[in-house]
């Protein structure tokens, strides 16, 4: 074994196979017209037959064979995948043909790769079949600075969008569940006894029996439910020991094998009686296969409606064809086969297959035809700053992108007002789109990243009113170590009481991110949530008025003049709510005048006397303007997630290399940071004795999920 360096880069050279002719007269050669090719290329050879013989032979690359060498040793796997008999090649005689071959790639990732690969093809000469080798010069792949996601087009964005839809669902299938009775004795050695008799009872039948599964099982795992019609499971082993069996058959075509499948529960309970505890039922709905388009179609329209309006945002030119990558029905489907809810039909009572109205859910991947575009008129971006809200995204996506050649990317989510974009002329994705990229441009000067383009956005289910969260995600570049990962000291005015890591975190708080990386167990991810205390002086008052007998017609001016007068009170302002029927007071007070705020609601009230309005009430901490606040609690959160992830490659003995994934959010009370003029919501107090005598402390959260490329 030798070694030999290619372009700085180390390979190792096993003894392996030279061209050879054998007893046949032919030889090959190949060649390589480069022999380094980006990550996102195919490489391709120029095999060359020559034939110097009188006679012709054929060339059968059908039955070719690469030789791959990796680790020590020469790997085979097939040269043709498909329509291989159809690679039969004629090289007639004192003739010479080429041809061009596909060959091996291994994936690059932050460093190039490089493949040795040689050929194994059978050559028909003299009426025999000859097995013969061509080494090909060995080859390179490199980490193509402008790749972005595995399995996609570069330069362009993907589009990922959730569509809903109200549709009658049609029950296709039953789940048939049967448990056994409790014994004292029950062993966990050997399956349920009655259980291949019992299958073969449904197969003679002619049930269209798709799946049979068993676990253990204990009544007492289960609580009955109030309606008296099911069992909701609510223990796990551990608690009580399994004490009997819970066997599941899973049968289609429901509909037209419904009179069948009574007639063989009614046989299956007299043949084993009392080895028989119960039996129940639940219909299910394919949501695959067959006929199950139409259960998806309205949901489909609707994430595809959306992909359509986010490329109109960002100017990607025009769709692809899209597919689907995740569905769910609010009602249980025959591809989740738990039947422990009060939706069960125990046996004997008849089960019914009656439609029902669900609601499907759909997620849909697209991509555009161009880069998008981020330029935005600078009057356009500061009539959004006032619709700009805190996202309030669902945990709805898994990690759905792989990020190729280690291209690093910034995921951060934008939330915008439904009500307050349509106000100001602006589409609320649009304006979520733009407050995601504040955040990012927020995240780059913090890290000291050079923003690339953005690569992803990702909607998420919409709120009330028409609320938009956008997931965006933009490329980055920066200087490529660890070492560089230098997070700066904050101003260290704010105290995180609370700081939870990987192994500790709610993986329930903040957006799903739905990127990943390539090969994780060569790279480290650290998760870390904080809460931040955020020091404030003013307390906001918020007393909203409605009445049952329409809009209320009293003048705000006069009385908001009074509320000003009050001893501590700061600010007060008056606007319509609830769509303009009602009307609402949103007054500060310094925190030291607590006390004012029932003197505020005395003045209200007595204004309000002859309309019988009923008042709601809010009482908060406030400063207005969180900006500073939020950086501060992110530079923190980055600095406590960076030395978790020194920590934990530390315990791997390995080096953090590279930074390939930062992704970010923030959380506060609307109440907090809110400007006057903008409803904050949150008035859930009907008396001012409900309030609490001791405000709720201010914070802020924030989550950082960081993903790095590690080496030894």
Partial sequence: MREIVVAGFLALEAAAPSPVAGTTGIAASAALASTTFLSTADAQATLTVSNPTALSAVLDLGEATFRVYSNGNWKARPYCRENCLWQHFQIPPATRRSFTIALPSC???????????????????????????????????????NATYRDTRD??????????????????????????????SFSTASGPAILVPMVEMFRAAHMALSATTYEPDNPRWYAAMTSGGGAMRWARPGVYPPNSWLMRFRIENAMQQLRVLDETLAQVRRRFGDQIDEIYECAGVAVDGPGAQATWSGAEDDANRQAEQLLQITKGGSLDAGYRIASRLS????????CDSDDATFYPAPLTLTPFMADARVQIRHQGTRP????????????????????????TYAPILSIAAD??????????????????????????????????????????????????YATYAPGLWGDAAIGVATTFSRSGVAAAFRVPDAAQSLHLHDVQNSNSIDQNFGPDVPIDVAQPETAIRERTYTQADV???????????????GPIAVATAPIVAKVRSVPGVVEAVASSSNG????????????SNRAAASQIANLVARSYAPVRAQATFGLDPFIGDCTAFAREALVLTLR??????????????????KLLLVAVSSNWDDALCSPLAKDPGGRDYESLSEIPLAPASAVIESSVRLIFRTSR
């Fill in 580 to 591: 303009g029927s009602g009307v609402l007071y949103d007054v500060l007070v310094k925190r």
């Fill in 155 to 184: 330069g362009v964005a993907v589009y990922l969008t959730q569509g809903w839809a109200r549709t009658t669902v049609v029950p296709s299938s039953v789940l048939v569940s049967i448990r056994t009775p409790p014994s004292t």
């Fill in 407 to 456: 291209r690093p990317e910034l995921y951060v989510t934008g939330g915008a007002s439904g009500a307050a974009s349509v106000e100001a002329g602006l589409v609320p994705k649009a304006v979520a789109i733009l407050a995601a990229r504040a955040q990012a441009k927020t995240i780059a000067a913090i890290l000291g990243l050079k923003l690339g383009m953005e690569s992803l």
């Fill in 331 to 338: 009602q249980p489907s025959s591809r989740e086969p738990l």
């Fill in 372 to 395: 998008p575009s981020v330029e935005i008129p600078p009057a356009v971006v500061a009539l959004a700053r006032a619709a700009v809200t805190q996202p309030r995204p669902q945990s």
């Fill in 640 to 657: 406590e997630s960076w030395r978790a992830a020194q920590a934990a490659a530390a315990a791997r003995n390995v080096r953090l290399r």
């Fill in 107 to 145: 994936e690059a990732l932050s460093d190039p790769c490089i493949e040795d690969v040689a050929l194994d093809y059978p050559i028909e000469a003299n009426g025999q079949t000859y097995v013969q080798t061509v080494r090909f010069p060995q080859y390179r792949f490199v980490p193509d600075p």
């Fill in 535 to 549: 020091p404030y002086q003013l307390l906001r008052f918020q007393m909203e008025l409605n009445s049952d007998d």
